[in-house]
């Protein structure tokens, strides 16, 4: 019997949906069924064996029907394998680093050391500035640092 693996997301402008899919498209891959769903789709976690849950970070904090999944569902997630991983930070390097060590908003981390995930990962972002609206490319102004590296 394949085991069925859940890659869920939260995401703004589509980048964190494309890193959900490469993980999917990985894990299918490695022959267990996987369903890529947009965060706030899924209801019950019954029927998956393994479950990878994501989100983007936009001003510190994961999108918010990501951040309900993990909170609504924390007792389910803690009786599988879960996988964790925020994207966000952009500029060149180990966006660990770039996030000065942080791997999860404070609500989530809360949860996550609760729950003790396999692994919390950070992937870089992607910022399209045609696509923010103006107070979106204030913030990303704001928190740009010298370097061009959000902060």
Excluded: N
């Excluded at 490469?22 to 479950?51: F, M, N, R, T």
């Excluded at 029907?65 to 394998?81: N, Q, S, V």
Aim: charged share 20%; proline share 6%; hydrophobic share 40%.
């Amino acid at each position: 019997m394949q085991a069925r693996a859940l890659i869920d997301y939260g995401t703004k402008y589509g980048a964190t949906a494309e890193i959900a899919s490469k993980i999917g498209q990985v894990l299918s891959e490695a022959g267990l069924l996987v369903d890529v769903l947009p965060a706030g789709q899924v209801c019950d976690l019954s029927s998956y064996d393994v479950v990878v849950l994501g989100s983007a970070v936009y001003a510190g904090q994961w999108r918010k029907e990501a951040a309900a999944l993990l909170t609504g569902h924390e007792r389910a997630l803690t009786e599988r394998p879960v996988w964790l991983f925020s994207s966000g930070p952009t500029g060149e390097g180990d966006p660990v680093q770039l996030m000065q060590g942080w791997r999860l908003p404070a609500p989530q981390q809360a949860i996550a050391d609760r729950m003790c995930p396999c692994d919390v990962a950070v992937f870089h972002g992607r910022i399209d500035p045609d696509k923010l609206s103006l107070p979106e490319r204030l913030i990303v102004q704001r928190d740009q640092g010298a370097d061009g590296r959000l902060a």
